[in-house]
């Protein structure tokens, strides 16, 4: 059965640094892989997400901040986050499907992790 583990969130002070770690089973970790993220009331927000052949996509709000990554031979997905901001306070869910048109689009993916929160405080 198809299972996404998501670790490593915590709390940080502003311009801290933490790294996401998603655990996946086999078959669906050869398709799309991404990270989203979510604050109550609002819609999943695409974070960066990353294909078979390591094509990256990357939010704008994130960009030159967040680096996705996967390490095969442990069938994990990574998501190492510099200069966090307070408005990087979420849930971070890990997400795999087949690609999406957009890779960043939450309903595009089939599969979901339980959900890993980080807080940044200012």
């Known amino acids: 059965q198809a299972q996404l583990v998501e670790s490593g969130g915590g709390s940080v002070q502003a311009g801290g640094s933490l790294t996401l770690s998603c655990a996946a089973s086999?078959?669906?970790?050869?398709?799309?892989m991404a990270w989203f993220r979510q604050v109550p009331g609002k819609q999943h927000e695409g974070v960066a997400s990353?294909?078979?052949?390591?094509?990256?996509t990357y939010a704008d709000s994130v960009k030159g901040r967040f680096t996705i990554w996967k390490d095969n031979d442990k069938a994990t997905l990574y998501l190492k986050m510099d200069n966090l901001k307070p408005e990087d306070t979420s849930i971070y869910y890990c997400?795999?499907?087949?690609?999406?048109?957009?890779?960043?689009?939450?309903?595009?993916?089939?599969?979901w992790g339980q959900g890993t929160q980080v807080t940044v405080s200012s």
């Open positions: 997400a795999a499907d087949s690609c999406p048109i957009d890779r960043l689009w939450a309903p595009g993916y089939k599969y």
């Open positions: 086999g078959y669906i970790y050869r398709g799309c």
């Open positions: 990353i294909e078979a052949g390591r094509t990256m």
